[in-house]
């Protein structure tokens, strides 16, 4: 069979370009920068490899400059959905049963094309369209996106590669690694191109068919990746990119009776919604669904006494002030002993100043405007409240601007109470609220482990190991990605498996092996070369 292998090769992590001054990629990536902003281009839908133009259209625009137009995009209603599941299930019938080299081929070549001339196209788009500096861009849409085609590409022959321990003398015991029957329902989030990039893709390597739906705010850097897929050889139908309004794009994908899986990152209301909807559903379908997703955040910084006060300050601001903010691993909550607090403060406050934000296109900014106006909206509503509020003081930030675009300062909120709202609900902004903390280190472990529904990341510093023994088992299932003496975020590729439980996700582990063995349904298949001839057993002799 054609799924079987003898060794599985290695992948390695892509290397990421600095930008420093003079160097050729910071002088490309501007170029790129400046002609892609200069053009307002037209997205279509894309079912079948074909390009529709709906008329039913939105646009996006640079969120640091929200009256500059970077593209106008078509959206989906019933019946280019129903197309799109048509097609999905013609192309499953050659995809499915591809031979997995070509398979592999293709997303190898996906891997090349980013590395190469789609480099600075997607880390333009990403920058532009979701508003992230070039560090983080190259972080995300260039090194991570790649990382996942060629660490995918290894976990798949992995896969393949298990098989049954034994086969009798005489008999052959194998196991085929199928695709889902159905199409996959990929919906992506906005602050992340390689997940939108990965949440489609890794169900289609291992063979399955797949219906995107990409954030409103990320329509324009999806478009650039589905131009990539195209060139690759991807065939047409296996990725179809439907975007659209979630409120209708949702239910109607969710009615047909192809759902095999649905592969999600975004809020948790909305994950608990479709999952909901496939209970109510579930009598319809041809199969079970797969449903794996990754949800919300509350993540946490607990400092011991112990813990060294750069690497406390650093981990802090970097974990709670990149990207604004806006990743679902960024630090939102901090314990601080009260023994290191008025030292902290000072040198903490002293470099959030410091603290630029502006224009992607200006790389002296650190950070960049949020999304769109209603996170602005969200996120400044909290900053109030704080502002309003006798338990909490604003140390530093705490203003905000949306004139030009959705600009809101690294706000630091203290507060003398470990369940004040800031502290318990998920912002995804630059607002992180510290706790200083009197209580004993055993105590405050419980306090940080029972305060979040969510459990995604977390992080302990301390250089006292004892404390980081108790640190480990009290906040087991208190992060699904857990560091110590470091920030909560930056998982990377092959290295730390992304995922959280709780009400964080299923913990499918984006990037590990664990996650792809969710988009394969096993067959397994005895092949008796001695088949018994006669139907009487043994036992049955008499003496």
Same mark, same amino acid.
């Given at each position: ?35 892609? =902003? ?33 593209? =106008? ?188 899986? %649905? ?37 946490? %910084? ?52 410091? %603290? ?152 499918? =582990? ?15 298949? =005895? ?17």
């Amino acid at each position: 069979m054609s799924d079987k292998i003898a060794m599985v090769p290695s992948a390695v992590n892509e290397p990421i370009l600095n930008y420093t001054p003079g160097a050729p990629e910071r002088a490309e990536l501007i170029a790129t920068l400046n002609r892609m =902003k200069s053009e307002v281009i037209e997205i279509p839908v894309i079912i079948n490899g074909k390009e529709l133009f709906t008329g039913n259209t939105s646009t996006n625009v640079m969120p640091h400059d929200h009256k500059h137009v970077l593209a =106008k995009y078509h959206m989906v209603g019933p019946d280019e959905i129903a197309q799109a599941i048509e097609a999905s299930q013609e192309t499953w019938q050659t995809w499915s049963v591809m031979p997995w080299e070509s398979r592999v081929a293709i997303f190898k070549r996906m891997a090349i094309l980013l590395a190469g001339p789609y480099r600075h196209i997607l880390n333009a788009a990403t920058m532009l369209g979701q508003s992230k500096n070039a560090f983080q861009a190259e972080i995300d849409s260039a090194c991570e996106l790649i990382d996942f085609f060629n660490f995918n590409a290894a976990y798949l022959q992995e896969i393949y590669a298990q098989q049954p321990l034994y086969s009798p003398a005489g008999m052959w015991n194998q196991v085929e690694h199928r695709a889902l029957e159905g199409f996959v329902f990929a919906v992506t989030p906005f602050n992340f191109t390689s997940i939108a990039g990965n949440l489609p893709t890794a169900p289609a390597l291992m063979g399955n068919v797949a219906l995107w739906k990409p954030a409103s705010s990320s329509v324009y850097s999806g478009y650039f990746l589905m131009k990539m897929f195209k060139e690759a050889g991807l065939p047409d139908g296996v990725i179809n990119f439907i975007p659209g309004k979630g409120s209708v794009v949702g239910p109607t994908v969710m009615e047909s009776e192809h759902l095999a899986g %649905i592969h999600f990152t975004g809020s948790t209301a909305v994950f608990q919604s479709m999952w909901k909807t496939v209970g109510n559903n579930i009598a319809k379908y041809k199969t079970y669904p797969r449903i794996v997703g990754e949800t919300g955040g509350k993540d946490f %910084i607990v400092a011991h006494e112990s813990a060294k006060m750069e690497v406390l300050r650093t981990a802090i601001i970097r974990g709670s002030f990149e990207y604004q903010g806006q990743k679902c691993s960024a630090a939102s909550r901090i314990y601080v002993p009260r023994v290191l607090w008025a030292e902290l403060k000072e040198s903490y406050v002293a470099e959030v100043v410091k %603290i630029k934000l502006g224009d992607v296109a200006d790389f002296g900014n650190f950070m960049n405007a949020v999304i769109d106006a209603s996170a602005f909206a969200d996120i400044t509503a909290y900053i109030d409240y704080a502002r309003n509020h006798a338990d909490a003081e604003i140390i530093t930030g705490g203003n905000y601007d949306d004139s030009v675009g959705y600009f809101i300062e690294p706000t630091t909120i203290v507060t003398t109470n470990p369940h004040f709202k800031t502290m318990e609900e998920e912002i995804f902004g630059p607002v992180v609220t510290i706790y200083v903390y009197d209580e004993s280190w055993e105590d405050i472990l419980d306090v940080v482990d029972g305060t979040s529904p969510y459990a995604l990341t977390g992080a302990v510093l301390s250089n006292d190991r004892g404390a980081t023994e108790l640190a480990i088992t009290k906040l087991r299932h208190s992060a699904g990605n857990f560091y110590i003496n470091d920030k909560p975020t930056g998982a990377v590729v092959g290295q730390q498996p992304f995922g959280g439980s709780r009400a964080s996700g299923t913990n499918d =582990k984006a990037g590990s092996i664990s996650n792809l063995t969710r988009w394969v349904s096993q067959r397994t298949i =005895k092949e008796n070369f001695l088949p018994p001839t006669e139907f009487p057993y043994p036992f049955m002799d008499k003496e």
